[in-house]
C-alpha cells in the first residue's frame, strides 16, 4: 500500500529558507501535494505538483520531486512568522481522488 | 463562497454512543471523504464516496459507517464509540480538479 513518511519538526528563522521533506513509496503516484494546516483551522491547499516534473515554483513556494529516489520537498522562501503551521504532503493517483497523507510537519519560525 | 460544513466543532460522547458526524457541501462535488487526524499520523481514510448512494473503505473503517443518501451530505457513523475513536474528524470533498478538493473545519471528538 502507499506510505507518505515525514520528518515530525523544523524550527527555521525568520527571513531564512525552510526546506520540508517527504518520501513515498508509491510509484504510481500520479499527484503529489503540499498542505497546510494553521492552529484551529481546516487544511489549504499550497500547491501540487504533477509526476512528470521535476521542479514548479509558486512565488516563495518552490517544489522539487525526485521520482527516481520518491521524493518531494517544499521549499518557503524568505520564511515569515505566518509560515509557522504544520505541513502535509500527500499524495493520489488522479486529480480530486482520495489522498495518502504524510504525518506532517510542524514547522516554528523564531524571529 | 463555497463550503464544506461539518455539523458540529466539538463533541463529548460516551463509550458505547451511537455517534453521527454530518458534512455538506454546497458545490455540487461527486467525492466525498471522511479522514481522521491524529498528532504524528497525519490524516487516515476512513471511507469515501464518489457518488450518491456508493461507499468505499479507506485504510481505517474499522468501527465505523457511512451513508450518503444525498450528493451533498455525507455521514459518518460511530457504531458504539469507543475511547481510541477519540480524534479530530475533517470531511473533504472534490470536484475531480486538484484545485477542487476542500475540507471542513473538522469536528473534534472526545469519546469518554
Known amino acids: 500500500g502507499e506510505d507518505v513518511e515525514q520528518s515530525l519538526f523544523l524550527s527555521v528563522r525568520e527571513g531564512d529558507s525552510s526546506v520540508i521533506n517527504c518520501t513515498y513509496t508509491?510509484?504510481?503516484?500520479?499527484?503529489l501535494y503540499w498542505y497546510k494546516q494553521e492552529p484551529g483551522a481546516g487544511l489549504q491547499l499550497l500547491t501540487y505538483?504533477?509526476?512528470?516534473?521535476d521542479m514548479k515554483q509558486d512565488q516563495r513556494l518552490t517544489v522539487l520531486l525526485n521520482k527516481k529516489d520518491k521524493h518531494l520537498s517544499l521549499r518557503i522562501a524568505d520564511t515569515q512568522t505566518g509560515d509557522s503551521a504544520i505541513y502535509f504532503c500527500a499524495e493520489s493517483k488522479a486529480a480530486g481522488n482520495k489522498l495518502t497523507f504524510g504525518g506532517g510537519t510542524r514547522v516554528l519560525v523564531k524571529p | 463562497d463555497v463550503k464544506v460544513t461539518q455539523s458540529s466543532r466539538y463533541l463529548v460522547k460516551r463509550t458505547g454512543e451511537k455517534v453521527f458526524l454530518e458534512c455538506v457541501q454546497d458545490?455540487?462535488?461527486?467525492?466525498m471523504f471522511w479522514y481522521r487526524q491524529d498528532p504524528g499520523l497525519g490524516l487516515r481514510l476512513i471511507y469515501f464516496?464518489?457518488?450518491?448512494?456508493?461507499?468505499e473503505k479507506g485504510d481505517i473503517p474499522e468501527g465505523y459507517s457511512v451513508s450518503r443518501e444525498k450528493k451533498e451530505r455525507f455521514s459518518l457513523i460511530l457504531e458504539s464509540a469507543s475511547t481510541n475513536q477519540t480524534s479530530m474528524y475533517l470531511c473533504?470533498?472534490?470536484?475531480?480538479?486538484?484545485?477542487?478538493?476542500?475540507f471542513g473545519s473538522g469536528t473534534r471528538l472526545t469519546v469518554v
Open positions: 458545490m455540487d462535488h461527486e467525492n
Open positions: 505538483i504533477f509526476s512528470n516534473m
Open positions: 473533504a470533498s472534490s470536484s475531480g480538479s486538484n484545485y477542487g478538493y476542500t
Open positions: 464516496s464518489y457518488d450518491v448512494k456508493m461507499k
Open positions: 508509491d510509484s504510481s503516484s500520479t499527484y
